[in-house]
């Protein structure tokens, strides 16, 4: 098994690369069948379905599958239910299987994890300071959600700058086919659009894929704009989907 290599090393090259959010029920197949190197995936954490009861779980499960055929790993853990001996047991077993990227909800340190938080780009005044809090605590590196629009993640970006966040962001990507994939995703996540971004989308229905391309100029504006050039995928497990995508780059 390859050592473990930290995201914030991950992100020091300046070309487009990629990494893909998969949930524990990912088919190994769609895994293994994949066509695109994403630098790295992360397994996301759903306490209230294993409970924290034992370390054989569907996270765990597909994080250590995933780094028998050598893929890095960002391993979603929060807090929520977690007792402190459950948690010892976790952060061993994933030193045990060289997973040291963590994207944490709640707590945890230690020098041997690079440690991701959240970041909601319209998020301002005690939100964003309590941002700067975790960075201050230890946290090495900012996962955001989904936006839409370049000028939400630049104003983010320089909102962090101001308060000095100076930690890598990392801009999450929802890739959308059409008009009601993206209201989907806005209404379950509660995001904010503009009605000129969906009236966009709704007057390139007529093409096959009208959110590819304007998730593509997305994209290109945002690392013409912030230099930024890593890019993260919430997948929703549609791999051949997302993949097709990111080849046209």
């Known amino acids: 098994m ?52 034992d370390l054989d779980i569907g996270p765990i499960r597909i994080a250590k599958y995933l780094r028998s055929i050598q893929k890095s790993v960002l391993m979603h853990m929060s807090c929520d239910m977690m007792r402190k ?19 944490v909800i709640l707590g945890v340190t230690g020098d041997y994890f690079c440690i991701g938080v959240a970041g909601f780009p319209d998020h301002k005044g005690d939100k964003l300071l309590n941002l700067k809090q975790k960075m201050d605590s230890g946290a ?39 008009l009601k994939q993206l209201n989907g995703f806005i209404n379950f996540c509660r995001v904010k659009v503009s009605n000129d971004l969906l009236e966009q989308v709704r007057n390139s229905e007529d093409s096959n894929f009208p959110g590819r391309g304007i998730v593509k100029k997305l994209l290109k504006d945002v690392t013409a704009e912030t230099g930024v050039s890593h890019f993260h995928f919430f997948t929703l497990n549609k791999l051949d989907f997302v993949s097709d995508f990111v080849k046209e780059f």
Request: charged share 20%; hydrophobic share 40%.
């Open 85 to 103: 001996e459950y948690l010892n047991q976790l952060l061993k077993v994933f030193q045990d299987n060289n997973i040291c990227n963590l994207f």
């Open 140 to 178: 090495n590196f900012i996962l955001t959600q989904a936006f839409f629009e370049k000028v939400v993640f630049k104003n983010f970006v320089e909102s962090c700058k101001e308060i000095g966040i100076t930690a890598p962001i990392i801009p999450g990507v929802f890739l959308y086919e059409n």
């Open 2 to 53: 390859s050592s473990p290599v930290k995201i914030t090393d991950m992100l020091k090259s300046n070309s487009f690369s990629y990494s893909f959010e998969v949930t524990p029920d990912v088919l190994y197949d769609d895994i293994d069948n994949l066509n695109v190197e994403p630098v790295f995936f992360s397994v996301t954490w759903h306490a209230k379905y294993h409970k924290c009861e």
